[in-house]
C-alpha cells in the first residue's frame, strides 16, 4: 500500500505528536457554528481498531471506513486507521489525521458523536506504531482490532501489543490469506470470522427450519453433507460446511465413521450463490438454496417422509451488522 488509501480518508492532517491536542479541538464549540460538537456528545463504549492490510485499494479501504462509521451510528467508538507502507520506501516518517462525525436522532439531545483517528506508516516503524495507538486508545475501554485483507500472517503476527490487548481480533477469511485460519493467534478465544458473522441469517433460518424435525430423522442413514458455492462465496461455503457437520453431531451423526463432507462449485448455468444438501440411504434428501443477488432461498425436504417445499428471503449480513455480531457473540 502506498499512501493513496491514507490521502482518500477524510480527515484532517496533523502532527502525529499533536493527535491529542488535535483532538480535544473537535470538541470545542457549536457543531451549529462548524466549530465541532460539545463534548456531553461524545460517549464512546469501545475502540476500533481498523487495519487496512496492503492488498487493499483506496475505494476498499474508504468502504471498510465508511462500514465503520455506520457500525459506530450504533455502537459509538474510538476508530483508529492503521494505514501501513510497504518496505523498502525512502519515507520512514508517519503521518496521521483527525475526523469526526455526528448522527443526530429525531432531537438534538439524541445526537452522538465519534472520532477517528488515522495513521499512516512504514512498516519498517511497527514498533513504534504500536507505542502510538497504545497512546491514542481510550484506556479502560475495550479494544476490538480488526485486519481487513491480511495478506502476510508473520506482519500480523509481530503487532504484539494489538493482540495482547485486543478484546476480539477480527479478519475476514473471504479476504485474507488462508493461513491465517490455521495460524496460533495469542487469545484464540478472542478470534472472530467476518465470514461467520455474515452467515447468521443463514444458520437462522436453516436451523428453524430442520428444527420442525426430530434430531434422529436428521441423523439417521446420513450419508453425505455437500456446500455449493459461487466464486464469491467460497469463504461462506467453507465456514457453512462447518457449522453444518458441528450441529448434526449435535443431532447425534458420529464423527467417525460419518458421512461424507465436501464443498464444490455451484452448477454452470445457476443462478446460486450458496447450496446445503444432505443425501441418505433410505432415498431422502434436504436442500437449501440461495441467490444473495436476488435476496431469496428455497427449501426443499424429504426428511418427514413427504416432500416439503418452502420458499423466503434471505441474505448475508452487512459488514457493519457483522462487526457486531463477532465483537458482542
Known amino acids: 500500500m502506498s499512501d493513496d488509501v491514507f490521502s482518500v480518508l477524510p480527515g484532517l492532517e496533523v502532527p502525529v505528536g499533536g493527535i491529542a491536542a488535535s483532538l480535544a479541538r473537535l470538541w470545542d464549540g457549536d457543531p451549529a457554528d462548524g466549530a465541532g460538537a460539545p463534548s456531553e456528545f461524545r460517549a464512546s463504549q469501545m475502540n476500533l481498531v481498523l487495519h487496512l492490510g496492503l492488498p487493499t485499494t483506496p475505494d476498499d479501504g474508504l468502504a471498510q471506513f465508511a462500514a465503520a462509521l455506520r ?14 507502507r510497504a518496505e523498502g520506501g525512502a519515507d520512514l516518517a508517519l503521518r496521521a489525521k483527525i475526523y469526526s462525525e455526528c448522527f443526530i436522532g429525531s432531537s438534538r439531545r439524541e445526537m452522538s458523536c465519534i472520532e477517528a483517528v488515522m495513521l499512516s506508516y512504514p512498516q519498517e516503524r511497527r514498533d ?19 485486519v481487513h485483507r491480511m495478506s502476510q500472517v508473520h506482519k500480523i503476527a509481530t503487532y504484539q501489543w494489538l493482540l495482547r490487548n485486543s478484546d476480539r481480533f477480527l479478519l475476514d477469511t473471504a479476504v485474507s490469506t488462508p493461513e491465517a485460519r490455521t495460524y496460533a493467534w495469542p487469545r484464540p478465544d ?9 452467515l447468521l441469517p443463514v444458520r437462522q433460518s436453516v436451523g428453524q427450519f430442520l428444527s420442525a424435525y426430530a ?13 455449493a458455492h459461487d466464486g464469491d462465496h467460497a469463504a461462506e461455503g467453507r465456514v457453512l460446511l462447518e457449522w453444518a457437520r458441528v450441529r448434526l453431531e449435535a443431532c447425534g451423526v458420529p ?30 434428501h434436504f436442500l437449501w438454496r440461495a441467490d444473495f443477488a436476488h435476496g431469496g432461498a428455497y427449501f426443499e425436504s424429504t426428511l418427514g417422509g413427504g416432500r416439503q417445499m418452502l420458499p423466503m428471503t434471505t441474505g448475508l449480513l452487512a459488514t457493519e451488522a457483522a462487526l457486531g455480531e463477532a465483537i458482542f457473540y
Open 128 to 146: 513504534f506504531l504500536e507505542d502510538q495507538v497504545s497512546i491514542i486508545v481510550e484506556a479502560d475501554l475495550p479494544i476490538y482490532y480488526w
Open 215 to 227: 434430531p434422529a430423522a436428521i441423523a439417521r442413514g446420513l450419508q453425505a453433507v455437500t456446500v
Open 255 to 284: 464423527a467417525q465413521p460419518g458421512p461424507a463432507y465436501r464443498t464444490r462449485p455451484v452448477a454452470a448455468g445457476t443462478s446460486s450463490s450458496l447450496e446445503l444438501n444432505f443425501g441418505y440411504d433410505d432415498g431422502r
Open 71 to 84: 457500525f459506530t451510528q450504533r455502537y459509538p467508538a474510538r476508530i483508529l486507521v492503521l494505514c501501513p
Open 190 to 198: 478472542g478470534f472472530r470470522d467476518l465470514a461467520q458473522a455474515r
